[in-house]
């Protein structure tokens, strides 16, 4: 039996949540009672089995009440990034056919034009007021569980083929139960050796996948969730010894940034605590890893899959010492690797990397997505590109068809693209990411001018303008060159490895 409301029967004063900066703590008591009264605010709205919500929030303790009240609603909870523009929340509400958005008013601005696109989609606000009073609509509900309890599931999202961002739908768990365990629970408490005595520091936003899952896995445990509002390198060191933190999870921009703070400040805490410190979402530069290695000792433990669900490889210090660069081998489905023809290559052969047996999924309104993901096998792939050494051992080369990922967020060129090149004075454009010595890359927007006169600054800026309120932070350009004209065949096509290879050739000469 693995659930809060277990362990809020068992052990209802120990603390769920510890947020990072207010110290504001959630026990396993107030956390299931929160979690039931959204459960049955759901139902009052005539929310039932299946249907779908969404909630868009920064890293807030209520956010966790949410997702366990809609997880034992039966709900498809889609949690989306609070650092969008409305008209991309819009979208993901829609889209996702949600029938109720839960955020904060801290949104106000934003959420008003969400409410002006979606008109007939009701809102309920923490620190609202009115219909919209969220804390008012749950103290209105009792803290008992609703009659038809039922596991719920996440639909998180990935990119589509036309850049708009595409739903990672799964069936509602086979096992009905709340309590019910599932692969990842299985991975944590194994491999990874997480526990109910577990101290889990998730000092990323928990709208994204990894932070998400892994912090509500912890709570399955009856482990203690300690998390960041916003992460701050010195902040995450002062927290670790503050709370004496066993287990944490990171993407490898965080490294960077502690790696990058005076010896001195690194000195001044305690980590003797920490007994593993998961890392994903991104590459991590060999000597990156070395360094943290050194630092930290033997603890870091690396995966690859994705929000599909569809795969997961594993490495240990000790294993990728041995195999540096390597992400490990699969603990959850067969890796295969691929030809263009969907055949399986020898070892030590580069291809498309392959899952076998893993669990299924599909991308929300998008068969064509779904369709390109999965061989003559039946075979799932993620996109990328790599290969296995004798051992059994893979390592990635490349990554989705030129996907950017910066500070460890997946940013998708062709929507900011798409955008760019109905400005006016844009003939043509092509978004890529360059090496990035904190990011690991940043977001450059190579620009063909309609009038190669007009490139400059002033181009520049006037386009960077142009493109604040309809794109998200995280996704804005923080570079834009110019172009007498780009590389492209006689058909069109766009050579884009070209420029991705001139500019890392060019980051590869300023290091040297």
């Not at 509400?93 to 696109?117: C, E, H, K, P, Y």
């Not at 933190?245 to 490898?252: A, F, H, K």
């Not at 660069?325 to 295969?336: D, P």
């Not at 490139?455 to 998200?472: I, V």
Request: hydrophobic fraction near 40%; proline fraction near 7%.
């Amino acid at each position: 039996m693995y659930h809060p409301s277990v362990h809020a029967r068992t052990n209802p004063d120990k603390p769920a949540v510890i947020m990072g900066s207010s110290g504001e703590v959630v026990s396993y008591g107030e956390l299931d009672a929160a979690s039931n009264r959204f459960a049955q605010l759901l139902r009052a709205r005539g929310l039932q089995i299946g249907d779908t919500i969404a909630l868009c929030f920064d890293n807030h303790p209520v956010f966790f009440a949410l997702c366990w009240g809609a997880q034992r609603a039966g709900v498809v909870y889609v949690a989306i990034s609070c650092r969008l523009t409305a008209p991309e929340i819009a979208y993901i509400a829609r889209d996702s056919g949600s029938r109720l958005l839960v955020t904060n008013q801290a949104f106000a601005a934003v959420l008003d034009q969400v409410a002006q696109i979606e008109p007939a989609l009701p809102q309920l606000r923490l620190d609202g007021d009115g219909d919209h009073d969220l804390i008012a609509a749950l103290a209105a509900m009792p803290a008992a569980p609703v009659a038809d309890e039922r596991a719920g599931v996440d639909m998180l999202y990935s990119s589509g083929t036309t850049g708009k961002p595409k739903g990672v739908r799964v069936p509602l768990p086979e096992d009905p139960a709340i309590d019910a365990g599932n692969g990842l629970l299985d991975i944590a408490r194994g491999a990874f050796g997480f526990g109910a005595h577990s101290v889990y520091l998730s000092p990323a936003p928990l709208y994204h996948a990894a932070p998400l899952r892994w912090s509500l896995t912890v709570h399955r445990l009856g482990g203690t969730v300690v998390c960041m509002e916003k992460f701050d390198p010195e902040h995450a060191l002062q927290l670790i010894e503050r709370y004496r933190v066993t287990d944490s999870q990171w993407v490898p921009t965080h490294f960077v940034r502690m790696l990058k703070l005076d010896p001195a400040v690194r000195s001044r805490y305690d980590m003797s605590s920490l007994r593993c410190a998961v890392h994903a979402a991104a590459p991590c530069p060999v000597p990156v890893k070395h360094a943290m290695i050194d630092w930290w000792g033997p603890i870091l433990r690396e995966y690859y899959a994705g929000t599909e669900g569809n795969g997961f490889t594993y490495i240990s210090s000790e294993e990728w010492l041995q195999h540096p660069g390597s992400v490990g081998r699969a603990l959850l489905g067969i890796v295969r690797i691929c030809d263009e023809h969907g055949d399986e290559v020898p070892r030590g052969t580069e291809g498309q990397v392959f899952f076998e047996g893993a669990s299924t999924f599909q991308y929300h309104n998008d068969p064509d997505k779904t369709r390109d993901a999965t061989n003559k096998h039946g075979w799932t792939s993620l996109g990328d590109i790599g290969w296995q050494d004798q051992d059994g051992y893979l390592f990635l080369t490349d990554r989705k068809s030129f996907m950017i990922i910066s500070g460890g967020v997946n940013i998708y060129p062709q929507e900011i693209e798409s955008l760019l090149v109905t400005h006016p004075k844009v003939a043509d454009v092509a978004v890529i990411g360059a090496p990035d010595p904190d990011m690991g890359e940043r977001v450059v927007a190579v620009v063909q001018p309609a009038d190669f006169a007009s490139a400059g600054p002033a181009l520049a800026d006037e386009l960077t303008q142009w493109l604040t309120p309809q794109l998200s932070r995280v996704k804005m350009p923080r570079q834009i060159d110019f172009r007498a004209e780009l590389p492209r065949e006689p058909t069109g096509k766009l050579f884009k490895r070209l420029l991705r290879d001139e500019y890392k050739a060019a980051a590869t000469s300023v290091q040297g």
